[in-house]
């Protein structure tokens, strides 16, 4: 039982990252990122061609792979949803179903579809108090917790935080207290893009890499995302621990392949109940 | 006349792709004065204040602040500008605390911090209320409240014209008369002021100039004595349709 | 050739059908449907699997009518009160369990080997090239039928107040329960139209996957909508049409450049179906034949 629970807690950590990413650009662009599953998938893709093909040890091509994720997500805005700032939020998310395409599949095309890994030693788990605890989990508690201080950090702490929240409450009062939108927007897209790249790596360490890799995250990411409430990055990592637990929780009753249906479940019964999330204050129905 | 502060001439400007709303409204604002546009509702006051303060880009005409051509300027360049602006609803960030609101409203216009804790406590001196309360939420503040927090966040930054959108809208008998005289404190310190008001005789009473804007366009730009003594002043301030048979063009 | 344009035409008018159900679901109603692929996978399994049971073909492609209209009307219960964007991740997840189930119930949908020997339509009548032409005779009529009740429809008086709902949010919160009525019922008739599209797949290609329902099949949708000009069936029809012969014309790519293999060939194919897809939206917006605006709603913003 407590070991189902640290496995939730962790695969919940897995989830926390895009969900912060998907939080912050959902708060301040308005609108949800579909394309949040394909960039997972590019980040991984980043960072193993970095420490495979070219050799460089696997923290240093993360990295090399949250900023080559950065960038991706920094051109994407500028060509596509720049020219689409004064669209209405249904065309932005057909315009990031449109990016996912494009990015699943120039993935495909540049590195095939078979499944891949890093390349790391494998290592026998560790056994703490009758808990099983292996490599990848530890490394994967470490980064997010790391990751989700220093989103807060920068939340809550520096000017650019501060930014963020005012453009993500109030554009327009954003624009008269001198903050310019376009480069908030910038910032929010570097930092989603680090962490989903981050995400992309821990979750090529925890499992395999494949094309479809991030597509199996989106859901389990938007029902953290709804189940924390919208553009809410803290109750974004709260909903997505709540959602591993879950997961791993219904291994008890149900078959393991379904485990990604929990999160289609708690989807269905957030929207049914609770729909603003369980921090949450917006207006979501019509 | 002293040297205006701002010039606004044969300025249009409407949203998306409707006609125009604002239609060649001109007029200029004092140095050091108080200002107030009056007009009946649907006059395009709002409009009007949204294009001056960068919200929404003018299709035609000029804005000149401080003898400098701002136009086409977006509201963070008019804001560093010299131009402060307190809307009517949605003026503070509800999920900030009130330091927060006041802190964010400095760094970005006036890019540094140094003067940071000077601009606050100039604020507190106007708004005493707000400095042992700055831990708080914004969102939890009282409509009065609210409004004083907005003001005092335009102040930080120094600007040198403070555009106000109907300052005492929903607020209580009580907080009117505070607003008006917060008003004319920040005036005498040296900011000059355009409002829009609805309390049209109260705020007169602390302008010297009262602009006319009716179907976009400003039918008269007088003294705010004479306005007050206007045997017309209801009928104006209605727009009936007198008025505007009078002062079309 | 003539058989190659028979397949052609057959794929036009099963995505064409699709078209025609999110032009009355989004177009008409404002409801996002992301999960069309969902529900498609539906309509597409039930035929299939009530004809393998023996069931006549009519009858299962009834059935599968049945089943994507309750499903599509669930859905819509419990989402259609929900801002845009929220019913957008809701279709999605519902494709998603869709796929789950159909992936994970191996003795009912044969999992991810499919359902292979899928019976047709009027098999006995004719073979070869005229049994394509049949069904492309099939076909049409399919669509001809699923048409006219769209149109119609669209120009009853339920769908006025459909768009009056979609394009006056005050109107449609204050109205209420009848709202939700309208909307549950429109997404419905959407479901219909889907439950159609997935028999004529599944009885023209014999056999289906779970691959052949991707997101891809909603971003064909979209794009089909998009250029036909929201709201408009006549323009669907223009739009689905061009939109497929783009995409086959992509088909051809790799005579162009054979230095690309098969999956980098499928790759480049979803990849300009992407970018068609954003540029469509960033320069034509408003669609070729624009009949409503997309961005009507943004005009005071």
Known sequence: MLQLLLNGVVSGLLVALPAIALSLTYGVLNFPNFAIGSMITMGAYIALFFNVDIGVPLLLAAGLGAVGLACVALIADRLVYRPLRNSDHVTLLVASMGVYFVLENVVRFLWGSDIRGYDIAVARPHRWLGLRVNNEQITILIVALLAMVAVWFILMKTPLGRAMRAVSDNPDLAGVRGINRNRVIGAVWGISGVLAGFAGVLVGMDGVIDPLMGWNYVLPVFAAVILGGIGNPFGAVIGAILIGVAEELSTLILPTTYRQAVAFLIIVLVLLLRPHGLFGKARISR | ?249 | MIGYFTAILIFVIISALIGLALNLQWGQAGMVNFGIFGFFAVGAYVAGLAAMAGVPTLIAALLAVVATVILSALVALVSARLREDYLAIATLAFAEAVRLFLLNETWLTGGANGLPGIPRPLSKVASGLNYELLFLGLSITAFALCFAFAQLLTVSPFGRVLRALREDDLVASTLGKTTLSFRVRAFAAGGAIIGVAGSLHAFYFTYIDPTQFGAFVTAYAFMAVIAGGRGSNIGLLIGAVSVMVLLEGTRFLKDFMPFLDAGQAASLRLILIGVGLILLLIYRPQGFVSEYRLQAKQGRE
Not at chain 2, 4 to 25: F, M, Q
Not at chain 2, 80 to 90: D, F, I
Not at chain 2, 202 to 231: C, K, W, Y
Request: with cysteine; aromatic share 6%.
């Open chain 2, 1 to 249: 006349m002293s040297n205006p502060i701002l010039t606004v001439s044969k300025l249009r400007a409407g949203y998306g792709s409707g006609g125009d709303i604002i239609k060649g409204a001109g007029f200029s604002v004092s140095q050091g004065a108080i200002s107030t546009i009056v007009g009946p509702n649907g006059a395009g006051k709002s409009t009007l204040i949204k294009s001056l303060v960068g919200l929404l880009t003018p299709r035609d005409g000029t804005i000149t602040l401080n003898g400098k051509d701002v136009t086409q300027l977006d509201a963070p360049a008019k804001a560093r500008a010299g131009l402060g602006y307190v809307p009517q609803e949605h003026n503070v960030f509800r999920n900030m605390t009130i330091g927060e609101n006041m802190t964010l409203a400095y760094e970005f216009i006036a890019r540094e911090t140094k003067g940071l804790k000077a601009a606050r406590d100039r604020v507190f001196d106007i708004f005493p209320d707000l400095a042992h309360r700055a831990g708080d939420m914004a969102g939890n503040l009282s409509g009065g409240q609210r409004q004083m927090l907005a003001f005092g966040c335009a102040l930080m930054p120094d600007p040198s014209l403070l555009l106000l959108d109907e300052p005492s809208a929903g607020l209580s008998p009580k907080y009117v008369a505070e607003m008006f005289q917060a008003v004319k404190a920040v005036n005498q310190a040296g900011v000059s002021i355009l409002m829009i008001e609805q309390n049209v005789k109260e705020a007169m009473v602390i302008s010297e100039t009262a602009i006319v804007l009716v179907a976009g366009q400003v039918r008269a730009h007088m003294p705010a004595l004479d306005f007050l003594n206007h045997p017309d002043i209801h009928a104006l301030y209605m727009g009936t349709a007198d008025v505007a048979a009078a002062g079309s063009v």
